[in-house]
């Protein structure tokens, strides 16, 4: 199948007991995008990602990936994704040169092709210097460029990166993503999880989750756009005061303190947000500052997240 | 084609991390010569000075020239006299002795009878060690002043062995003892293999990739296949050098008789891998398992003297029938097929073993 999907899913779930993990998600992630799945920890994010690599059964619902179902065949994708665990998954006492060798036996490449591909791989991943190392020794960034080089060794189609980069320095995850961009302007889909705002934004598009529901999707510019909430910043006040009180008031969604700054999410269906909020303070705190401003990534995400918790308590 | 390649793969880097494991590596070599030592000991035949009496009912020269021969083997010392059987019996069962010397009162007439031993032994038989001591003893034959000693008389002790009906030695634990150290470990690597892997995360990698179940299986199991066969070898030495343990039967028949056990205690390793979350609950089923094994075999207790259900639990063991197996090759001689029951059982019990733990295996992590 080369059409432009590279992933669909259609109510897509997952239950561990009564536990929801992974609830009704409808995805369509397009070839040669980056793909982000953006959510707290337990919001269901390596469930998914588990359920379409064919490791864990669906619950219900259903999953095509690279034109193939999913679970029925799973055995044809193994070939054709790369998935480069949560975890370090690969052998802490054998060594780099041991740990690519091994990967590229299992996957049955060439003799000529293995060679060719761990030297291409050492040198881009910058590990030629140390191919006897044992992995279990690496620095956290080494072990990530490891296990990425070894989840792209065989050149997928489709790559599986579940949260990795929570174990790397800030300049590691600048190198690490430039290659991710390398990869998905060759034409590889790249579905990759994260909890950081900043990396959500490099994505194509991505989707927001939250306990096992997928609260928000598209590209991070038409999320921004698309936000059901108005954004406030609030300066020269006394922000403890203020954040205690608004927290009390119906419709602000969410109050957090940015330094000097308070940022405020209040419901769309507010009209004028910046008077809803001076009325509010007014009587407490008349000389604020109240601003109307864009709407980053992160406040997509509280809203999204503190809507879904209204309607439930509703 | 492919599959082999993965196979290889597997097995190659199953022999390079055992290699790196020096725990379990420590373990293949180091619990057959721990165990060895052990049991050596405690049934070591080389024993002296046991604390003995006699009772010489007969008073003769030839029944002081055995006593005496007795004494000159410094395996028992003589420290009292008596005047009955009953008196023996009596220091016997209070432990001041742990043999008496008896001869009964027609003990010249008894050394012309060849049906009949001429003397007794009683003897400890609760301890093994004395009783092979006492075997060792049984060997002596009347010394003659005169004449040249008799060579028709085929026993001069007849052993009364008290409280232990079936002799054991050096010769019947260590064939026995290669099935329990086989069997503790064998089933304790494969089931620790996997389940190291899926408590360190490397599973969900490699069920990621196109390696399929049997694959991963064969790639596990075939190291420890030459482990086993690297410890029988080495039991069968330790037993020959240290203790004359004798392989009366074939060297195949031993390595083939090893194998059916071999594949029964992997197989049963995998089937815990599939069921044990972590490797401690791999080791608690595998005790679990090992208990019942070292009880009920044979190989500590006499089978025959155990109730009818502890048999029937015992027949489903693997260990049960390696014992059997073993003993009959290595002690009797007897070739493996005349004992298909046992051989049956082995492959009855890895088919069965084998069977479920590739149906409970999935390339999933539910
Ligand atoms: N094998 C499992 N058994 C039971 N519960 C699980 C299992 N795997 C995940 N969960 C639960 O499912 C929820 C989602 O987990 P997960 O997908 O790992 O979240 P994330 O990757 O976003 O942190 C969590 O509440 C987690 O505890
Ligand atoms: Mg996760």
């Not at chain 1, 070839?31 to 953006?38: D, E, K, S, T, V």
């Not at chain 2, 031993?117 to 009683?122: D, E, R």
């Not at chain 2, 679990?288 to 027949?315: D, R, V």
């Amino acid at each position: 199948m080369s059409s432009g999907i590279a992933i669909r899913t259609h109510n897509l779930t997952r239950r561990f007991g009564t536990l929801v993990a992974v609830d009704r998600v409808n995805l369509t992630v397009p070839r040669a995008h980056i793909y982000g799945f953006l959510g707290p920890n337990g919001s269901g994010k390596s469930t998914t990602i588990r359920m379409l690599c064919g490791l864990l059964k669906p619950s219900a619902g259903e999953a095509e990936v690279l034109g193939l179902n999913i679970p029925r065949e799973a055995e044809v994708l193994k070939r054709k994704i790369g998935y480069m665990t949560q975890r370090f998954s690969l052998y802490e006492d054998l060594s780099i040169i041991e740990n690519l060798e091994f990967i590229a036996e299992v996957y049955s490449l060439s003799r000529t092709r293995r060679h060719e591909r761990i030297a291409q791989q050492l040198e881009l991943f910058d590990l030629k210097d140390r191919i006897k190392q044992r992995a279990g020794t690496l620095s956290g960034g080494q072990k990530q460029r490891l296990a990425l080089a070894a989840a792209t060794l065989h050149e997928p189609e489709l790559l599986f990166l579940d949260e990795p980069t929570s174990a790397v320095d800030p300049q590691s995850r600048r190198d690490f993503w430039e290659f991710l961009f390398q990869l998905a302007n060759h034409g590889t889909t790249i579905l990759v999880s994260t909890h950081y705002m900043d990396e959500a934004e490099r994505c194509h598009a991505l989707a927001i989750l939250d306990r096992g529901s997928m609260v928000a999707d598209g590209t991070p510019k038409a999320l921004e756009a698309n936000i059901d909430a108005h954004v406030i910043e609030i300066e020269r006040a006394d922000l403890h005061a203020a954040r205690q009180l608004l927290l009390q008031v119906p419709r602000v969604l969410s109050v957090t303190q940015l330094g000097v700054r308070l940022r405020v999410l209040v419901d769309h269906a507010v009209d004028d947000a910046t008077g809803f909020i001076k009325d509010a303070l007014r009587a407490s705190q008349p000389g604020v500052d109240v601003q109307l401003v864009r709407a980053s990534l992160e406040d997509v995400f509280v809203a999204a997240t503190q809507l879904r918790n209204r309607e439930r308590a509703a | 084609m492919n599959s082999l390649r993965r196979i290889f793969a597997i097995l190659q880097k199953e022999i390079r991390q055992l290699s790196r494991d020096r725990l379990t590596f420590g373990m293949i070599i180091g619990i057959p010569m721990i165990q060895i030592a052990l049991f050596g000991f405690a049934i070591n035949t080389d024993v002296r000075h046991l604390r003995a009496a006699v009772a010489d009912e007969s008073n003769t020269e030839l029944s002081r020239t055995l006593a005496a021969d007795a004494q000159a083997t410094q395996v028992i010392d003589v420290i009292a006299h008596v005047r009955t059987a009953t008196e023996l019996e009596a220091l016997l069962r209070d432990g001041d002795i742990d043999v008496g010397l008896y001869i009964p009162p027609d003990y010249p007439r008894r050394l012309q009878q060849r049906d009949r031993s001429a003397a007794q032994l009683l003897v400890d038989g609760s301890d093994p060690i004395i009783l092979s001591a006492a075997r060792q003893l049984a060997t002596l034959t009347q010394h003659y002043d005169s004449e040249p000693p008799q060579s028709l008389r085929a026993a001069l002790f007849d052993i009364r062995n008290h409280f232990n009906p079936e002799r054991r030695s050096a010769v019947n634990v260590v064939p026995a003892l290669m099935g329990v150290i086989l069997t503790m470990t064998m089933v304790l690597f494969t089931a620790v293999a996997i389940v190291r892997e899926r408590e360190r995360g490397n599973l969900e990698l490699l069920i990621n990739t196109p390696v399929k179940t049997v694959e991963l299986m064969i790639g596990k199991i075939v190291p420890y296949i030459f482990i086993g066969l690297v410890q029988v070898t080495l039991i069968v030495l330790l037993g020959m050098l240290l203790f004359r343990v004798p392989i009366e039967g074939t060297v195949a028949n031993v390595y083939l008789g090893s194998l059916a056990l071999i594949a029964a205690n992997l197989s049963l390793g995998l089937l815990i891998s599939t069921l044990a979350q972590s490797q401690f609950q791999a080791m608690q089923m595998t005790f679990f398992f090992f208990l019942p094994s070292i009880l009920l075999s044979g190989f500590m207790f006499p089978f025959a003297g155990m109730p009818k259900a502890a048999q029937y639990i015992a027949e489903v063991l693997p260990l049960t029938h390696f014992v059997r197996i073993i003993r009959g090759v290595m002690l009797r001689g007897a070739d493996l097929v005349h004992m298909v029951p046992d051989l049956g059982a082995l492959f009855a019990f890895t088919a069965v073993t084998l069977t479920l733990a590739v149906l409970r295996f999935h390339k999933r992590l539910d």
